[in-house]
């Protein structure tokens, strides 16, 4: 909250993910949108040439930068179940940072994130080892990054203990099960498409601190930022429409970082 009373939350979205001559996200509209972009590091999509492109711009636009890490997989786009040695992932989370810091600061910024992509997000809410390993990577890039990812996760614990600042995060487009975890994509329903239904979710999020369920209930959630993801058809669009929401119903659209 500002010290007005008046609502905040942050806007982000993942940017970056494409690969050589292949794009999959509308990075500059999305750019003009959001307040934080969790840039793709190489893993699941993203090359170095996209990374600088996209942290050029971010850094132009005075959009925070956050390094969106993934496991190896970019056959998959970071979305396939992996099995990856702690130590491993630590050291790749690591290094997924540290190039794109490269070229955040050689934009003029920094990185000042870190979110986990696809698969192991989801695989760092509840895999103690797995989210100590991102905590690890993300203290042994070398700066006090903060990590975004869910109220109460796994990931959340280990970076606390790691003395890293961490951040909530909640789902405009995403379906939420009773219980507060994301309803997996192989389910019918599990992302939202109507983007009427996007806005108010995102307006009841950050006025409220709730959301309805996929079974009907109420969730409540405390986020400090509410992610739109960029791979989605029309993402840019609907980006724009949840800032506007958001703005009609005097909520600052603000970075956390």
Not at 196 to 217: F, L, Q
């Amino acid at each position: 909250m500002l010290s007005t009373g008046r609502a905040s939350i942050d806007l982000n979205a993942d940017l970056g993910e494409g690969f050589g001559r292949w794009r999959l996200t509308d990075d500059e509209t999305l750019l003009s949108v959001v307040t934080s972009a969790n840039v793709a590091c190489g893993y699941h999509a993203g090359d170095a040439s996209t990374m600088r492109r996209v942290c050029a711009l971010a850094a132009e636009r005075g959009v925070a930068i956050g390094a969106q890490v993934s496991y190896r997989d970019l056959a998959g786009f970071g979305r396939r179940a992996m099995d990856v040695e702690p130590g491993e992932l630590a050291a790749d989370v690591a290094y997924q940072i540290g190039a794109l810091e490269v070229f955040a600061r050689a934009a003029g910024s920094r990185v000042s994130y870190v979110k986990p992509h696809g698969a192991l997000y989801n695989r760092a809410v509840t895999d103690e080892a797995q989210a100590a390993a991102v905590a690890e990577g993300a203290a042994l890039a070398g700066a006090r990054l903060s990590v975004l990812g869910l109220p109460g996760s796994a990931l959340h614990r280990a970076a606390a203990a790691a003395g890293l600042p961490v951040v909530n995060e909640a789902f405009a487009d995403r379906a939420y099960t009773d219980g507060g975890a994301l309803v997996p994509r192989r389910e019918p329903g599990a992302v939202v498409v109507d983007p009427d239904a996007v806005v108010r979710r995102s307006v009841g999020i950050a006025t409220e601190g709730r959301v309805t369920t996929h079974g009907g209930g109420t969730l409540a959630i405390r986020a400090r930022s509410l992610c739109v993801h960029g791979d989605t058809e029309g993402a840019a669009a609907l980006a724009r429409r949840v800032r506007e929401g958001l703005e009609a119903a005097r909520v600052a659209v603000e970075p956390f970082a």
